[in-house]
């Protein structure tokens, strides 16, 4: 249909509107609405049934059905005549009728409709046309993207909705290079007119409708010219002379201060000490025209897409720059404002045009419009309506700014405040816990009905710890099926984290309850869940404990009040108190500088922990007597002065000022300054063990004041490499064989027996035997008995009594030879195999 064959300025075409006779039912009598750049349009058109003899007001409303209208697609129609008057005879255009004649088309959908009234020929509706981007507004949804862009998100969401959509993007700061990918985006509880509209006005894109399809524009060049008719409008006002073409009759420009700089910054936890801030300024040189916008920004990406740290960190002082330059133009967009009026019944919001005639500056010149305010009557089709006779009118009310400038719609749509949701940790396979290298798990949002329980389920979410440093702190890694919270750093829905663990049904706390309520701390499971580690405190009253405890082995520590803890079950019966460190398995105590282990009282712990002044002053006291009964020893010719018990009584003493830490020093603990072991039983010591003790030292002393007492069920063995002396001072020595007997061998040298008074010897059969020889000394007489013959030598009187007395001549009795010498080796292997001979 062109323009001349439309009978009226205004009317509505589509498949859904009611019609009679086979001519269209309703007619358009006024229209009413507005336009804006980044906006949904809306307008009211009034219609009314035809005016016919045979169509009475009732029936005509018998064949509208309201409801059957509501949702369709119709067009309104816009007869715009054009420009200039036929002149006959002049030459080109000069003389041309109607140039620019057209049919302006805004092709939208029903989305209200009301009849308002009848009267006794015709009945009134009203209805209300949106664009078909409105039904997006609809909707509420939850949903997210990762790694994509704001134009692949648009197509995404957009494909729903079967209508046309037209991308007119030049890009991100006019370099034809694509918008950048973003490790994720959320929709969060909105419609998804609201989130698109959101992130349009981040990334600097406009939209605005032809027809019926969505243009979405983000430079000047994107933005065409009216046709002939509006692409050069004149100004005249009112009251000047009539020209046979619509024309401006108001214009105003208005300048107004704005914001002149915008400063963006960012964190990247992966790229921590890095400077994000970025900043751009439009200043126009007017005073107080570099008002500054600080605000925080969203460009910089952490590596929490699938890729995770394998993928790459975009270009955040690029991003940046561009999304602050977004924030400066659309406040810009502000600062010089024209607005106007006049009978612009083809005027679009979203094309350009060129103003001329205007008498102020800055006035004339090319101009985008970014809204329109329209309202047309058209003339009444009812003949004979007297004074109330409607006439054709048509008045349209714009804005628009220079056709240069960089358009931004002003950043209104704020971003939701983002709130803790429930979700479950997901991963890989069959892996109980998936993580990366920063500790960070997926999770699928429990309100997430498209994405798979899998490695894809979110975005890469760190876990808020309450104490972490440089490779030091606390870490507890959700592991896949736990259900968790998940909070937003500066509550913003596309920065999600992990705030904590929760209890459901099938995940407890760790210990029952409320049965354990006095119980407190951590208890970790196996990754397949069969076994447990512990660390609990136990608040009962009167009965505190600490327990540190591993099912492996049965491993645990207890201090306090020993109540055995059993499982997830928890506290059960008592044990004891104290301390109890026991195990399955192995054992090792270790201290590479010292350890004291004792019995002595110390309390309140207001002592050094390492105070051993009891011990020691034991120690020093045995010191004292094993040097004492060493030098008497050496009096009793036990021993020499030097190199034997006196040496070991040193020893001790040098051993006792480590102990004490009596040695200079600028410790403030110097107890134990030398790697000692020092075990103190107040009450005692005692060593027991099944099998066998084994006690080795480089050297070993033993000390009691009292007795020293050795009981032994079979022998006791001594071998000593050196010497063997044994000294009592006052009792004596009594050696006693009660079955056996008792040998004395010195096996390359003498024995010698030495006493100050007599020395007896009993038996039933004492025999003296000298392999060579035999000497009794007796006084000054001597007997010598050898091969050569027995000698008796006296300075007295010899007596032999005896009651017969026979010399018979020489006899020789060989004696029991002993071995004679042995070597070293010979030595070592008789003491090896426990004999009492030296085999040659």
């Not at 002379?241 to 108001?250: L, Y």
């Not at 009557?377 to 004074?387: E, L, P």
């Not at 208890?523 to 609990?536: H, I, P, Y």
């Not at 009795?813 to 085999?839: E, H, Q, Y």
């Amino acid at each position: 249909m062109s323009w001349f064959t439309q009978p009226r300025t205004l009317e509505i075409t589509g498949k859904a509107l009611p019609q009679w006779a086979g001519e269209p039912l309703f007619v358009v009598s006024r229209l009413r609405g507005r336009e804006k750049l980044g906006h949904l349009y809306e307008y009211d058109i009034e219609v009314s049934t035809i005016d016919a003899a045979a169509l009475s007001a009732n029936e005509a409303q018998a064949l509208v059905d309201v409801d059957a209208l509501i949702g369709k697609e119709i067009t309104l129609n816009i007869a715009v005549e054009g420009n200039g008057t036929w002149v006959q005879g002049a030459r080109g255009d000069a003389g041309m009728s109607n140039i620019g004649a057209d049919i302006r088309k805004l092709t939208g959908l029903i989305v209200s409709a009301q009849c308002v009234g009848a009267d006794d020929r015709r009945a009134f509706y009203r209805l209300k046309l949106r664009p078909w981007l409105w039904l997006a507004t609809l909707n509420r949804d939850s949903r997210f993207w990762q790694e994509r862009d704001v134009i692949e998100i648009t197509r995404d969401v957009l494909q729903k909705y079967p209508f046309p959509f037209e991308l007119r993007l030049a890009g991100p700061g006019m370099q034809r290079r694509p918008y950048p990918k973003r490790n994720y985006q959320r929709q969060w509880w909105e419609s998804d007119f609201c989130y698109l509209n959101r992130i349009w006005q981040e990334w600097g894109i406009s939209f605005f409708f032809e027809r019926s399809t969505l243009v979405l524009c983000d430079s000047p060049g994107a933005y065409k010219k009216h046709g002939p008719a509006y692409q050069t409008l004149r100004y005249l006002e009112r009251d000047g002379q009539r020209i046979d073409e619509e024309h401006v009759h108001e214009f105003r420009v208005a300048r107004q201060l704005t914001t002149g700089k915008v400063s963006l910054t960012d964190y990247d936890y992966t790229q921590s000490l890095g400077n994000l801030a970025v900043a751009q300024e439009d200043y126009g040189g007017r005073a107080f025209d570099n008002a500054e916008e600080y605000a925080w920004g969203d460009y910089s990406q952490p590596m929490e897409g699938p890729m995770g740290t394998r993928g790459l960190h975009g270009d955040a002082q690029f991003e940046g720059e561009h999304l602050a330059r977004v924030k400066v133009e659309a406040h810009r967009a502000k600062s010089l404002r024209a607005k106007g009026k006049g009978n612009l019944r083809g005027l679009m919001t979203g094309y350009t045009f060129t103003l001329e005639g205007y008498p102020l500056t800055p006035g004339d010149g090319e101009y985008l419009v970014v809204s329109t305010i329209t309202e047309i009557v058209n003339n009444d089709t009812v003949t004979q309506r007297g004074a109330i006779d409607r006439q054709y009118s048509c008045t349209t009310k714009f804005a628009a700014v220079p056709a240069n400038t960089f358009y931004r719609t002003p950043q209104k749509a704020k971003k939701p405040r983002a709130y803790a949701e429930a979700a479950v940790v997901t991963g890989y396979g069959d892996e109980p816990v998936y993580c990366d290298e920063y500790g960070r798990v997926k999770a699928h949002f429990i309100w997430d009905r498209l994405g798979e329980k899998d490695e894809n389920a979110s975005c890469w979410l760190r876990v808020a710890s309450p104490w972490h440093g440089v490779e030091h702190g606390a870490m507890w890694l959700p592991r896949v099926g736990h259900h968790v919270l998940v909070g937003y750093y500066d509550s913003d829905p596309d920065r999600p984290y992990i705030i904590s663990e929760h209890t459901t049904e099938f995940h407890q706390a760790p210990w029952q309850l409320p049965k354990n309520d006095a119980l407190s701390g951590w208890r970790s499971r196996d990754l397949k869940g069969l076994a447990a580690n512990s660390v609990v405190t136990d608040d009962t009253p009167g009965q505190l404990q600490v327990q540190v405890a591993s099912d492996h082995a049965q491993s645990r520590l207890v201090l306090g009040y020993n109540t055995r803890i059993d499982g997830h079950s928890g506290r059960d019966k008592a044990r004891g108190e104290g301390f109890e460190l026991a195990t399955n398995a192995w054992g090792v105590m270790r201290a590479n500088k010292g350890m004291l282990i004792t019995t002595q009282t110390r309390a309140g712990a207001c002592a050094a922990a390492k105070d051993n002044d009891e011990i020691v002053g034991r120690l020093e006291k045995a010191q004292v007597l094993h040097d004492a009964l060493a030098q008497v020893a050496v009096q009793g010719e036990a021993q020499e002065a030097e190199g034997h018990q006196a040496d070991i009584a040193r020893t001790i003493q040098a051993q006792n000022e480590q102990l004490r830490g009596t040695a200079a020093t600028d410790a403030a603990f110097p107890q134990l300054s030398e790697p000692h072991l020092l075990i103190d039983g107040k009450a005692g010591v005692e060593i027991a063990s099944p099998a066998t003790v084994h006690i080795a030292a480089q050297q070993a002393a033993v000390t009691a004041e009292g007795h020293v007492a050795i009981a032994s069920g079979r022998s006791l063995f001594g071998t000593v490499r050196d010497t063997i002396r044994l000294f009592a001072q006052r009792a004596g020595i009594r050696l006693s064989a009660a079955a056996g007997d008792i040998v004395l061998h010195a096996l390359t040298s003498s024995i010698s027996l030495d006493s100050a008074k007599s020395i007896t010897l009993l038996s039933k059969v004492v025999r003296i035997t000298g392999v060579e020889k035999l000497e009794l000394q007796g006084g000054k007489s001597r007997l010598v008995l050898d091969d050569s013959g027995a000698q008796i030598f006296t300075p007295g009187k010899f007596a032999a009594f005896a009651a017969t007395h026979s010399l018979p001549g020489p006899k020789s009795t060989p004696a029991d030879l002993s071995p004679k010498g042995v070597c070293i080796d010979c030595l070592l292997k008789a003491a090896r195999g426990g004999s009492a001979f030296v085999i040659r």
